[in-house]
């Protein structure tokens, strides 16, 4: 078994940081691409940022310049620096691993993330 556990959220003001860790409990092979994915309160599931096998990354124009995504393979973790937090990021922020194989994804637990005024 193979579990991702989120860390990092919790309260900030608009302009604020967090960094968001989503540690593996495994070493979890033939990974496709790891990234993290966002749910608001009555609002569809929405990916933030992606990070490839290969090192590339990929940006919701949202977030683009102010996000940015990370892993140390190391200690089996990926991370996503929020910078100039705005109000609007508020949301459950999700870790996700997509492997070529079965199981195909991976996802963690959720971290909540709230950026008042």
């Known amino acids: 078994q193979v579990q991702l556990v989120e860390s990092g959220g919790g309260l900030v003001q608009a302009g604020g940081s967090l960094r968001l860790s989503c540690a593996k409990s495994?070493?979890?092979?033939?990974?496709?691409?790891e990234g993290w994915y966002r749910q608001a309160p009555g609002k569809q599931r929405e990916l933030v940022a992606t990070?490839?096998?290969?090192?590339?990354?990929n940006y919701a124009d949202s977030v683009k310049g102010r996000f940015t995504i990370s892993r140390d393979n190391a200690k089996n973790t990926v991370y996503l620096q929020m910078n100039g937090l705005k109000p609007e990021d508020t949301a459950v922020y999700y870790c996700?691993?997509?492997?070529?194989?079965?199981?195909?994804?991976?996802w963690g637990q959720g971290t909540q993330v709230t950026v008042s005024s």
């Open positions: 990070l490839t096998s290969g090192g590339g990354t």
């Open positions: 996700y691993v997509r492997r070529y194989f079965k199981p195909y994804e991976y």
């Open positions: 495994r070493t979890i092979s033939n990974v496709n691409v």
